[in-house]
């Protein structure tokens, strides 16, 4: 069973063609999506570029402005740790889970 998406996206890549094929799935359905921008503590990331290109994605698959308001959270999983800001680092995955918890709709 699937209620909500966690669109996990590389910080460096961007969106890959498996993005693309997930989050159409998941739009077609439409399930909440919570984008997951990872590996933020890499050299060559650019969150801000690939949040652009998130959009871009979503706008491309037709999203509706329900869809297109989805919510982003910045994650380092090799050190276990998420935020919400960027300005403000993580010290744990707790904004990542509250975030699935606030979106997911019951059972």
């Known amino acids: 069973m ?41 050299g060559d990331a650019r969150p801000a570029e690939v949040l652009d290109a998130v959009y871009e994605l979503f706008i491309d698959l037709g999203a509706d402005d329900d869809q297109i308001d989805f919510r982003v959270v910045y994650t380092n999983a090799k050190a276990g740790t998420a935020t919400m800001d960027l300005a403000e680092p993580g010290a744990n995955l707790r904004p990542l889970l509250d975030l699935l918890v606030s979106v997911t709709p019951p059972p």
Do not use: H, W
């Not at 909500?4 to 498996?18: H, I």
């Not at 159409?24 to 439409?30: G, L, P, W």
């Open 2 to 42: 699937v209620d909500s998406v966690l669109l996990l996206v590389d910080a460096a890549e961007g969106p890959l063609p498996q993005t693309r094929y997930v989050l159409q799935k998941a739009m077609a359905r439409r399930l909440p999506v919570v984008v997951a921008i990872n590996k933020i503590d890499r």
